[in-house]
């Protein structure tokens, strides 16, 4: 199956700093990658959808000041958390559309704000 | 919006035993998935039905989407201790590309 990766896979920051997620297709290009949020024992929220070369389209109740996402090429989004506070902690996972209906999901970024 | 119903939402039973979790909507989709979650890692693809009807199969586990397209349910046979995790349940919307998640349904197999 198609391979997405993500770096770092944890990360732990001050709160007032900003903290920035790649997101990468490695063996298929993503015109559309998505970002997700997760909090523990509970499914997946989505938190915008990422389209190479255009604006993200950000879920309702998600602020797109504070969660900025570029989708610069067809292997690479990448989300940054600005300012970020102890509420902001969370697991953070992306997927990329492989085909038509496929989202292929990346392992996950453990983020802990201090 | 579309809302997908994913049931039990806890589920733990003994190694041999059967089971299966049901995805339910109101709404079609496009497409359904099924993705097994361990903590700490994302969500893997278990499979992906597109046609109404369809069923599909994958070892010990068995998925079928609804006539309609509007449900889905996964049968495990047998299940072993390695089948523990978070199942989710995803249908891809008509109008686009996103999926609408279950709520997830965490599966412990003891030995």
């Known amino acids: 199956g198609a391979v997405v990766s993500q770096h770092p896979s944890r990360v732990i920051c001050k709160s007032g700093t900003s903290v920035k997620i790649e997101c990468r297709s490695l063996?298929?290009?993503?015109?559309?990658m998505f970002w997700y949020r997760q909090f523990p024992k509970q499914s997946l929220m989505l938190m915008a959808t990422s389209n190479e070369g255009s604006k993200a389209t950000y879920e309702q109740g998600v602020e797109k000041d504070k969660f900025l996402i570029n989708h610069a090429s067809l292997t690479l989004s990448t989300l940054t958390v600005t300012s970020a506070h102890p509420e902001d902690s969370s697991f953070y996972i992306c997927?990329?559309?492989?085909?038509?209906?496929?989202?292929?999901f990346g392992p996950g970024t453990r983020l802990t704000v201090t | 919006t579309q809302l997908l119903e994913q049931s039990p939402q806890f589920l733990s039973i003994q190694e041999g035993e059967n089971l299966t979790v049901y995805c339910n909507s109101s709404?079609?989709?496009?497409?359904l998935q099924w993705y097994r979650q361990e903590p700490g890692e994302g969500p893997v693809l278990l499979v992906t039905v597109v046609t109404g009807g369809e069923v599909k199969k994958l070892k010990r586990l068995t998925f079928q989407f609804g006539d309609a397209r509007k449900d889905s349910s996964l049968h495990i046979t047998a299940a072993q201790p390695g089948d523990t995790g978070l199942y989710l349940c995803?249908?891809?919307?008509?109008?686009?590309?996103?999926?609408?998640f279950g709520e997830g349904t965490q599966l412990t197999v003891n030995p």
């Open positions: 997927s990329a559309m492989e085909s038509s209906y496929e989202q292929y």
């Open positions: 995803a249908g891809g919307e008509t109008s686009g590309s996103r999926l609408t």
């Open positions: 063996d298929f290009q993503a015109t559309t």
């Open positions: 709404s079609v989709f496009s497409s």
